[in-house]
């Protein structure tokens, strides 16, 4: 099974044989061996690669949870003792890639060098969710999961603000803005934008205070949101950390405050490195003011709404 997911990511025996670093001979062997097992064909050449037979297409997603399982068995088994070494994959959103997570990782590489870390970033929740649910990681680190079967640890809280250049009239301001103040404000907001009951997230907000926000631009990725609010382009709701990772960007607290849930989950019980990553990143968000986070449920002091659509920049704050 191995050897097939190798084909079908490479599409081609050839590159499939150098990434495993077998023979050729021996990978078709292995392949042709798999097909008289489960009684048919699981791959067809194509002039341009290899693709799926339509059993080929059935069995492929069941393939691929055998192999990375087998992977998450063997670094849970090597990890049981301890942190000291091995290797700890870890999938995240974009906006706590470049925001939250760099100085856990960078202070985890000082105290645990011999752990090799592996970081895989999405641009939703979703995407997220199911990657892990996949067996793509370890752990994952984002909004709480609704409906999760496995072990979710609550980290704390991040807060969001609303990010303005610095020669904005509110770069000055000592005291948080309230959000009808930004009645005339354009915005730069994120196409993958939290939808909550069939709504995008910051119009609810804005409507709530009598307008409906002016969009300035729409952008994919946190760090171009950003980028774009320092560069005056319009104003941005976005987490404090995404903001303080990109030099020029001054963040305003709103009233009332926005927070956002985050937590740890995966499929099988935390053990090991991985146990350990997450006290890490427990303590690190003690260390930055959030709220005291709790095992098994939401944040008690500001519980996240359910959120129905992806999460990027600007996430779905609880009030």
Request: one cysteine or more.
């Amino acid at each position: 099974m191995e050897y097939l997911v190798a084909v079908v990511e490479e599409r081609s025996f050839t590159r499939a044989a150098e990434t495993l670093n077998v023979t050729q001979s021996a990978l078709s062997h292995q392949i042709k061996a798999l097909e008289r097992e489960v009684g048919g064909a699981l791959l067809e050449r194509l002039p341009r690669g290899v693709g799926l037979t339509p059993m080929g297409r059935a069995f492929l997603p069941h393939a691929e949870l055998a192999v990375r399982s087998a992977g998450l068995a063997r670094r849970a088994a090597k990890a049981a003792a301890g942190a000291e070494g091995g290797e700890l994959h870890i999938a995240t959103l974009h906006a706590l890639a470049i925001g939250a997570l760099p100085p856990v990782l960078a202070r985890w590489r000082r105290v645990f060098p011999d752990v090799r870390l592996h970081l895989r970033e999405y641009l939703t929740t979703d995407e997220l969710r199911d990657h892990v649910d996949r067996g793509v990681a370890d752990i994952a680190i984002g909004p709480r999961p609704e409906r999760w079967a496995g072990p979710v640890v609550s980290l704390g809280t991040e807060e969001i603000m609303i990010v303005v250049s610095r020669d904005d009239p509110l770069a000055g301001r000592t005291r948080p803005v309230h959000l009808a103040e930004l009645a005339d404000r354009a915005w730069v907001r994120c196409v993958l934008e939290p939808v909550i009951g069939g709504r995008r997230w910051l119009d609810r907000e804005c409507e709530r205070y009598g307008f409906r926000p002016v969009t300035a631009m729409e952008v994919q990725h946190a760090s171009t949101a950003v980028r774009l609010a320092v560069a005056g382009v319009g104003v941005l709701a976005c987490s404090v950390e995404v903001a303080r990772a990109t030099a020029g960007a001054v963040a305003v607290p709103v009233e009332p405050a926005w927070r956002q849930e985050l937590t740890a989950y995966a499929r099988v019980e935390l053990t090991g490195a991985a146990l350990r990553f997450v006290e890490a990143c427990r303590e690190d968000r003690r260390a930055t003011g959030a709220p005291a986070p709790r095992v098994g449920g939401p944040a008690a002091a500001h519980p996240a709404p359910r959120v129905s659509g992806p999460a990027v920049a600007l996430a779905a704050p609880a009030r």
